[in-house]
């Protein structure tokens, strides 16, 4: 019902008399529905690493791993508290897996990517073959595929949970299923995805079962080095730095369908031209140090956090050392509808 205090009595009764019938006046809410510009409600934000962290370890002592399914702190858009959302579309998440824990075997209709934060050798079972991770790799569960995590270390794992539920909450399209036992069988020795998919071939006559990426894991130790070998080419894009797409490599596009992602080299001292794009975008810093001024607020950011940068807002980033950024949003599905925009201005 729309409450307004110009609003003349005869409308306002005629507005009451429609509103039983399940009806509203287009000419109250148009020019909210169909913005001359995108009208994101989402804010910038930025989750310091340090300050999340012990908040992460006490809920290690609360909830274990199995009995929270997923033992995560959820990342919440401060302008959209209770609808786990760090942008419109997407989630975000900070998961901890203690030392000897299981995180049970499910699959769900949401697509989902980790970004390893803390801690070295722990795993994730995709379809039966361990993932084996270490600090910036980035790991991929497509939609429905059986995924269980587990942690044989000595110390806590930390990775950034990155998932479309926001988009398949949209379709009403959601899906999911736990597997009989915690752990999903090993059907492939470890390594055996990164040999078929990750090595610059397919298997011939290969044809992929879903429309993610059939490789899991990008190791950061093989993206960071090829960022530092082009560096040495000092071919830097005045709005981006050195920023590369994680792709699929049947067909060149998105690592996932509905979730782009990204990695960024900026050198220190390098200081973007304002940009802005109509993906908001998740950045999770892997190494360096510096700033992000978006619409007028200044973000300083170091090693391990994540901040946004909402749809449309003009930002730059400045590098105070060395860094590089992981990034991730919902640029590949607004491509393939028509919608995405840029603007360098
Ligand atoms: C999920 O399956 C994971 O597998 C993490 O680690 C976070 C948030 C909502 C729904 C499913 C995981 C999730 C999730």
Redesign the pocket.
């Known amino acids: 019902m729309v409450e307004r205090a110009d609003l003349s009595p005869d409308r306002r009764a005629f507005y009451e008399r429609i509103s039983p019938l399940h009806m509203a006046p287009l000419w109250e809410t148009f020019h909210d529905l169909i913005t001359k510009e995108p009208a994101t409600p989402c804010v910038p934000c930025l989750w310091n690493y340090d300050q999340v962290r012990p908040h992460l370890l006490e809920a290690g002592s609360l909830i274990t791993a199995k009995e929270a ?2 033992r ?1 702190l ?1 990342l919440e858009n401060p302008a959209l508290p209770g609808q ?1 959302r760090i942008t419109s579309s997407l ?1 975000a ?1 900070l ?1 901890l897996v203690l030392p000897g824990e299981i ?1 049970p075997a ?1 699959r ?1 209709s ?1 697509s ?1 990517l ?1 970004l390893i934060i803390e801690g070295a050798g722990a795993y ?1 079972s995709v379809e039966g073959e361990r993932a084996y991770m270490e600090k910036g790799d980035f790991i991929i ?1 497509g939609a429905w595929s059986w ?3 587990g942690n044989d270390t000595g110390d806590p794992v930390v990775w950034l ?1 990155g ?1 479309d ?1 926001p988009i398949v909450r949209l379709f009403d399209a959601s899906f ?1 299923e736990n597997y009989r036992e915690d752990i999903y069988p090993q059907s492939k020795p470890p390594g055996d995805n990164a040999a078929r998919f990750g090595s610059n071939m397919l298997p011939v006559g290969y044809e992929s079962p879903g429309r993610h990426s059939p490789l899991f894991r990008y190791p950061y130790a093989r993206s960071r080095e090829a960022l530092e070998a082009m560096r040495d080419g000092q071919d830097w894009d005045p709005y981006h730095g050195l920023k590369m797409e994680f792709t699929n490599p049947v067909d060149g596009g998105p690592a996932m369908p509905t979730i782009s992602t990204f990695i960024q080299l900026l050198p220190k001292g390098f200081t973007s031209r304002p940009y802005r794009a109509t993906d908001g975008t998740v950045y999770t810093v892997i190494e360096g140090s510096g700033t992000t001024e978006i619409a007028g607020q200044t973000l300083s950011w170091t090693a391990n956090d994540v901040f946004v940068v909402p749809s449309w807002l003009p930002h730059h980033h400045r590098a105070e050392d060395d860094s590089v950024l992981f990034l991730f949003s919902d640029r590949g599905i607004q491509q393939k509808l028509g919608l995405w925009r840029e603007r360098k201005d």
């Open positions: 399914i997923r995560v959820v786990s989630y998440g998961q995180a499910h769900h949401q989902a980790r994730t569960t995924h269980d995590h949970d998932l539920i999911a």
